[in-house]
T-cell receptor, first 114, second 116 residues
Framework: AQSVTQPDIHITVSEGASLELRCNYS??????LFWYVQSPGQGLQLLLK??????LVQGIKGFEAEFKRSQSSFNLRKPSVHWSDAAEYFC????????????FGAGTRLAVHP | DAGVIQSPRHEVTEMGQEVTLRCKPI?????LFWYRQTMMRGLELLIY????????DSGMPEDRFSAKMPNASFSTLKIQPSEPRDSAVYFC??????????????FGSGTQLSVL
C-alpha cells in the first residue's frame, strides 16, 4: 500500500540555520511528490512538487527538495530559516492512474528560535 | 479569486446534533475534496467530487457522514448525529481538471469542529 513517512514530528532550529525535513514514501510506480505547508489556523499551501526530470526542484519561499529514487526520499531543504517559516510541513504522494488523490504524511512541526 | 471558502471557521455543538459544513471551491475547478485532520490520524481524504458527482467516498468514516455538491460552486459535508470523536479540522480543497494526479490542491482555511 502507498504510504508517506515523515520521521520527525517536531523540529526546532535557530533563525538563520539550515533546515532539512525528511520524507520517505512507499509506492510501486513513479511517484508524484509534493510538499505543503500549513501555517496556524490556515489551510495547506503548496511549496513545491516533483513529477519528472530534474530531481532537484525549487519551490516558493526559498525551499527546495530533492527526489532520490534509490532512497525513496523527497527531503525538503532551506539554507537559511526565517522566523516566519514556523509552521507544519506535510509531504504527500500523488497516485498516478487517474485521479487527484494525495496520501499525506503525518507532518513535521517546525519551531524557529530567534 | 478569493480562493476556497469554507464556513463556519469554528463550530461548537453538542453530541447528537446535526452539523453542516460548507465549501465554495475556486471558480472553474472541476474537483472538490473534503479532508479531515486530527492529531491521531493526520490528514485523511473523506470524499471527492468531479463535476459535482461523488467519485470516491471510501474515506467517509460511517453513515453519519454525508456530502453533497448540488452545483459547481457549493458543497456541504453533514454529520448527523455528531459525536465527540468527530471533533477535528475539516478542510475543503479544489483543483483544476488537467492532469489530475499532478495538479495541486487549493485548500480552504478549514472548519474547526468541536463536539461536546
Amino acid at each position: 500500500a502507498q504510504s508517506v513517512t515523515q520521521p520527525d514530528i517536531h523540529i526546532t532550529v535557530s533563525e538563520g540555520a539550515s533546515l532539512e525535513l525528511r520524507c520517505n514514501y512507499s509506492y510501486g510506480a513513479t511517484p508524484y511528490l509534493f510538499w505543503y505547508v500549513q501555517s496556524p489556523g490556515q489551510g495547506l499551501q503548496l511549496l513545491l512538487k516533483y513529477f519528472s526530470g530534474d530531481t532537484l526542484v525549487q519551490g516558493i519561499k526559498g525551499f527546495e527538495a530533492e527526489f532520490k529514487r534509490s532512497q525513496s526520499s523527497f527531503n525538503l531543504r532551506k539554507p537559511s530559516v526565517h522566523w516566519s517559516d514556523a509552521a507544519e510541513y506535510f509531504c504527500a504522494v500523488g497516485l498516478s492512474g487517474g485521479y487527484n488523490k494525495l496520501i499525506f504524511g503525518a507532518g513535521t512541526r517546525l519551531a524557529v528560535h530567534p | 479569486d478569493a480562493g476556497v471558502i469554507q464556513s463556519p471557521r469554528h463550530e461548537v455543538t453538542e453530541m447528537g446534533q446535526e452539523v453542516t459544513l460548507r465549501c465554495k471551491p475556486i471558480s472553474g475547478h472541476d474537483y472538490l475534496f473534503w479532508y479531515r485532520q486530527t492529531m491521531m490520524r493526520g490528514l485523511e481524504l473523506l470524499i471527492y467530487f468531479n463535476n459535482n458527482v461523488p467519485i470516491d467516498d471510501s474515506g467517509m468514516p460511517e453513515d453519519r457522514f454525508s456530502a453533497k455538491m448540488p452545483n459547481a460552486s457549493f458543497s456541504t459535508l453533514k454529520i448527523q448525529p455528531s459525536e465527540p470523536r468527530d471533533s477535528a479540522v475539516y478542510f475543503c480543497a479544489s483543483s483544476l481538471t488537467l492532469d489530475r494526479a499532478k495538479e495541486k490542491l487549493f485548500f480552504g482555511s478549514g472548519t474547526q469542529l468541536s463536539v461536546l
